[in-house]
């Protein structure tokens, strides 16, 4: 084994993984090894959101996040939202609906970080909105069909308790 290496195991959108890594290598590096495309290195700093994963339930910068330290982690990724019965949940649908994308290359964070504000805050406030949106950026500025689609998503899940 190479020093540079260390076997990991790890739960991806639910299924275990097991891989040898590069301790230089990232979670963006790692998720893509395993054939998903969602989360993409854009900065590599942190400031853009479009390599958003959850790691135990919470989001992180895939970029930032060394993918040694995903050992015994829950990993969820863009790909996990369209599980189940439905073929797009609600707030990927909402984001169609809205035209919030243009070239869709911050969309798959922005989607992740508006789950995750809807399932905390299922009514969120304007100030909500901002604060977990905050960390994500949209080069072709489709902030207004954004913040439409986050609301949109959140009356229709709203609508189905
Ligand atoms: S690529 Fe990770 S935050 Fe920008
Ligand atoms: S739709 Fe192009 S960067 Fe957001």
Redesign the pocket.
Known sequence: MSTHHIDIEFALNGRPERHHVDVRDNAVDLLTRCGLKGARESCGQGLCGCCTIYVDGAPASGCLYPAWKLQGKQVETIEAAVAGDEPVDPVQQAFIETGA???????PG?VMMTRKLLELHPSPTDAQIEHYLSGN????G?YPEIIAAVRLAAERLAGRN
């Open positions: 994308f243009q070239c869709g290359f911050c969309t922005f950026l949209c080069r072709c489709t």
